[in-house]
């Protein structure tokens, strides 16, 4: 490890890491798991309280994602990506350990300015400390990654997943309270990350590494500051996806209240079916991804046209099941009142189809470390949304926060083709010349 920045020698395959299907099938079983989990927590916070508290949970995650997007820089990605090696893992933890307590304290100042009541104030900072616990464990499965062993992945989120849903529900059913629910949630993913995560990642790195990489925080400052000017665009990339999703949710919250928040954000949450499949996909192709780039464009190339044809699929599966099925099934996983709105879920539905496609094309930016150019993208996206909710949600409800979903995802889809187009083909002017 510890190539100089700049160098062009690309690493193979790692020797213990498993093949492109057998990481596939275990993200997608890690993801369905954990999906579902998270899912569970939302059902049961609909059952057991009211559209209300779905709202005030809601309203956390709307507030803090953004934050910790920014503060998480992608690194993930960057490290998973990393063909030659140009960083070490302790750098990658310092840098996430840094930069997580910074938007830690960024959350509860907003908590603290934002004029909440306390209740809210104080879910909001509850839900940020759960979500910084994340961020570190999400350190450690860049590790998991880049060795391709998405196995070790999988495994952890079935432990934080199944944990999840039952601590939550078991402390949502004897307190009835949300930020109780949200203290047992942080509390089970310090477990895990403590005993598994840490454990795996540092068995991992040993087998992998050379000698002077250790699972420590490397605290070598020019390296660290090297490392957050090239990851920052993608954290920027993070925070513009994130405000994306949800920007309507800020405008419904104003406009229409909490409760119509609840409804929404429940519908949306069926999204997380698709994302699981897009996820799985993303993340163990990601290494190959950006071997290929370096090495076989061609190869490149065919893989991620794959993976656009299965978004594809999937998107088309999800359209058909809310035409179909939409109001049964809201009925089913919610209550009778959240099945009124089986409209607006198959809206939903409709932008989640062309997000899927943009976030496949998004896996192949990174592979390729486009960076900065997807900045413009996704701010241009994120007005597109803004400005179809402003202008919208008024006249049409709900419906019309579906509609700017799927405006924006569009907006994405074809300036990220246009930007990957244009990039290798400049690549292919350059090496002709």
């Known amino acids: 490890m510890g190539i100089a920045a700049g160098t062009t020698e690309v690493v193979s395959q790692p020797a213990h890491g498993l093949s492109l299907r057998q990481n596939f099938a275990w993200t997608v079983l890690g993801n369905v798991v954990y999906g579902a989990c998270q899912w569970g927590m939302l059902v049961a916070l609909a059952k057991l309280g009211s559209p209300e508290m779905v709202g005030q949970f809601a309203l956390g995650l709307a507030l803090c994602a953004p934050v910790m997007m920014l503060a998480n820089l992608q690194l993930r990605a960057v490290q998973a990506t990393d063909a030659r090696n140009e960083y070490r893992f302790g750098e990658y933890l ?19 300015l934002a004029g909440y009541r306390w209740q809210t104030a104080l879910l909001v900072i509850l839900v940020g400390i759960a979500k910084s616990v994340e961020s570190v464990s999400d350190a450690i499965y860049g590790l998991m990654q880049k060795c391709e062993r998405l196995d070790r992945i999988a495994i952890a989120m079935m432990l934080r997943g199944v944990g999840s849903v039952v601590v939550f529900g078991l402390a949502l059913w004897f307190t009835r ?14 477990v895990v990350l403590l005993t598994y995560e840490r454990n795996t990642g540092s068995r991992l790195l040993r087998a992998s590494a ?23 665009p993608l954290g920027v990339v993070m925070v513009l996806i994130s405000l994306n999703t949800n920007i309507p949710r800020y405008f419904i919250e104003h406009f229409l209240g909490e ?9 949306a949450y069926v999204m997380v079916a698709g994302y699981t499949v897009m996820g799985a996909l993303g993340q163990s192709a990601s290494p190959r991804l950006a071997r290929y780039y370096q090495s076989d464009r061609a190869a490149f190339k065919r893989l991620l046209a794959k993976m656009l044809l299965v978004a594809a699929a999937v998107g088309a599966a999800g359209i058909l099941v809310a035409v179909l099925w939409g109001r049964p099934l809201l009925t089913l996983l919610y209550r ?39 900045v413009p993208i996704f701010a241009v996206s994120g007005l597109g949304i803004a400005l179809t909710c402003l202008l919208l949600l008024k006249p049409y409800g709900l419906v019309a926060a579906a509609y700017a979903l799927a405006a924006g995802a569009g907006i994405a889809v074809v300036g990220s083709a246009a930007m990957l187009v244009a990039r290798m083909r400049h690549q292919l002017d350059s090496f002709g010349q």
């Open 94 to 112: 310092g840098l996430r350990l840094l930069a997580t307590a910074v938007a830690f304290a960024a959350i509860c100042l907003i908590a603290w």
């Open 177 to 190: 309270s949300v930020a109780w629910a949200v203290v047992a949630l942080a509390a089970w993913w310090s």
């Open 210 to 232: 050379s000698d002077d990489d250790r699972f420590a925080p490397c605290w070598k400052w020019d390296k660290l500051r090297q490392l957050a000017w090239l990851s920052l």
């Open 259 to 267: 409760a119509a928040l609840g409804y929404f954000a429940a519908l």
């Open 336 to 374: 009778r009142d959240y099945a009124e709105h089986a409209n607006v879920f198959v809206w939903v539905m409709v932008a989640a189809a062309i997000s899927y496609m943009g976030s496949m094309l998004g896996y192949g930016m990174t592979a390729a470390r486009i960076f900065r150019a997807q």
